[in-house]
């Protein structure tokens, strides 16, 4: 029976939401959400098993497939720094995310999905889809398939958040696995963005996304 251990932080939604794929997907698989403080515990073992981190607050020494892309995306200053020397995008915040599904195959571009803060609460809601016109699709998808292709990012699900400049894109940050806004994508895309991050990494082909 394959073992799975989901590395992560504050974000318990993201956890449980990819623990529901990937059961829905296997459901023979044994799943253990661990918080990232639990890594020496005895108690946890990832030997033998299959590591998803859906943190970048990882311990220097955790070895595991796209260990680099996470440093690399946990430094924004740098990513930003690089995204505008080598592609030449600027950078700034934004409330919109591009998921990119980087299969062996190929990506396959998701629908945008945009935040908007709650005027009560103050927090962030997420919704898919954001239609964007097609100028700004082609920014998107460019500046995604450069940008991982230069990491020679692994098979995962990516999320690549970016904000508007005048006519242009931003580069905010990038994110090497499902994050918050990921969440919206439940009930709206076959497959989700969870079930998704879960086929990339056990190479199950995934042929088409759509949004419903």
Same mark, same amino acid.
């Given at each position: 029976m394959p073992r799975v251990a989901i /590395?992560?932080? &504050?974000? +318990?939604?993201?956890?449980? #939401? /990819?623990?529901? &794929?990937? +059961?829905?997907?296997?459901? #023979?698989?044994?799943?253990?959400i661990c918080a990232v403080w639990e890594l020496h515990s005895s108690a946890i073992a990832l030997s033998g098993a299959i590591v998803c981190p859906v943190t970048l607050d990882l311990p220097q020494d955790l070895?595991?497939?796209?260990?680099?892309?996470?440093?690399?995306?946990?430094?924004?200053?740098?990513?930003?720094?690089?995204?505008?020397e080598k592609f030449g995008v600027p950078s700034g915040d934004g409330n919109f995310?591009?998921?990119?599904?980087?299969?062996?195959?190929?990506?396959?571009?998701a629908e945008?999905?945009?935040g908007e803060f709650q005027q009560q609460s103050g927090e962030l809601s997420y919704r898919q889809p954001v239609h964007l016109s097609d100028?700004?699709?082609?920014?998107?998808?460019?500046l995604a398939y450069r940008l991982?292709?230069?990491?020679?990012?692994?098979?995962?699900?990516?999320?690549?958040?970016?904000?508007?400049?005048?006519?242009?894109?931003c580069f905010d940050r990038l994110w090497p696995f499902p994050a918050a806004p990921a969440i919206a994508s439940a009930?709206?895309?076959?497959?989700?963005?969870?079930?998704?991050?879960?086929?990339?990494?056990?190479g199950v082909p995934i042929y088409d996304l759509q949004c419903f």
């Open positions: /590395l992560t932080g &504050a974000d +318990a939604d993201g956890a449980a #939401a /990819l623990a529901r &794929a990937i +059961a829905n997907s296997r459901p #023979a698989t044994e799943i253990n070895v595991f497939p796209g260990r680099e892309v996470f440093g690399f995306c946990r430094d924004v200053s740098a990513t930003r720094d690089l995204v505008s995310w591009l998921p990119v599904v980087w299969t062996l195959k190929g990506p396959l571009y945008v999905i945009g100028v700004w699709r082609q920014q998107l998808y460019e991982l292709d230069f990491l020679n990012a692994p098979p995962a699900t990516y999320l690549m958040q970016f904000g508007f400049a005048g006519e242009g894109i009930g709206v895309q076959v497959p989700d963005l969870f079930t998704c991050h879960w086929y990339c990494l056990t």
